[in-house]
T-cell receptor, first 112, second 117 residues
């Protein structure tokens, strides 16, 4: 059974700091991995999707890496802003069309 | 990009009544949709997977007669909470897998806050 773990559970940083969120998964046989953001009381917004054949994806200040063999992914946020405050969730997909397996999320607070 | 519209965003209903939540894919065909429930400060819990034109597959412990799912078209899935009770109060979120999953992966609706009084 696939298990996804996110560390840390919560993180508080001053504005402008670069930060890394970690995600690990127990079964390396994944189809792809997706990072999401969730604001309080809202749905999930997709940030980055990394296919199993890829090692990283970038969008603006965000960079996500994937190391399948070690079962790890990181989300790097550069020059953090208060608007980045949210819960960040990573999820893995075992096969095309199958369910997402979520981590418990990292609650990020960026202080002005 | 792929957009999923979920309505209503919030609803308050009386105990014993039924509530329907809609999930629509606006610019793509969703062959598979997922329904999640989320409790405060917890991650998402998958309730059921629905495929267009066939019966939904429910997760263990989810009552299929209480949470009715209909996926009648490639752009619409509905979740009906029947005979709602206060313990059904929660945040419900739908998700759809795009047919271009390699580009968009899974897209989520904005969620529905259900309060049963």
């Amino acid at each position: 059974k696939q298990e996804v773990t996110q560390i840390p559970a919560a993180l508080s940083v001053p504005e402008g700091e670069n930060l890394v969120l970690n995600c690990s998964f127990t079964d390396s046989a994944i189809y792809n991995l997706q990072w999401f953001r969730q604001d309080p009381g809202k749905g999930l917004t997709s940030l980055l999707l990394i296919q199993s054949s890829q090692r990283e994806q970038t969008s603006g200040r965000l960079n996500a890496s994937l190391d399948k063999s070690s079962g790890r992914s990181t989300l790097y946020i550069a020059a953090s802003q208060p608007g980045d405050s949210a819960t960040y969730l990573c999820a893995v997909i075992k096969t095309s069309g199958s369910r997402l397996t979520f981590g418990e999320g990292t609650q990020l607070t960026v202080n002005p | 990009g792929a957009v999923v519209s979920q309505h209503p965003s919030w609803v308050i209903c009386k105990s014993g009544t039924s509530v329907k939540i809609e999930c629509r894919s606006l610019d793509f065909q969703a062959t598979t949709m997922f329904w999640y429930r989320q409790f405060p400060k917890q991650s998402l819990m998958l309730m059921a997977t629905s495929n267009e034109g066939s019966k939904a597959t429910y997760e263990q412990g989810v009552e299929k007669d209480k949470f009715l799912i209909n996926h009648a078209s490639l752009t619409l899935s509905t979740l009906t909470v029947t005979s709602a009770h206060p313990e059904d109060s929660s945040f419900y979120i739908c998700s759809a897998r795009t047919t271009e999953a390699n580009n968009y992966g899974y897209t989520f609706g904005s969620g529905t806050r259900l309060t049963v009084v």
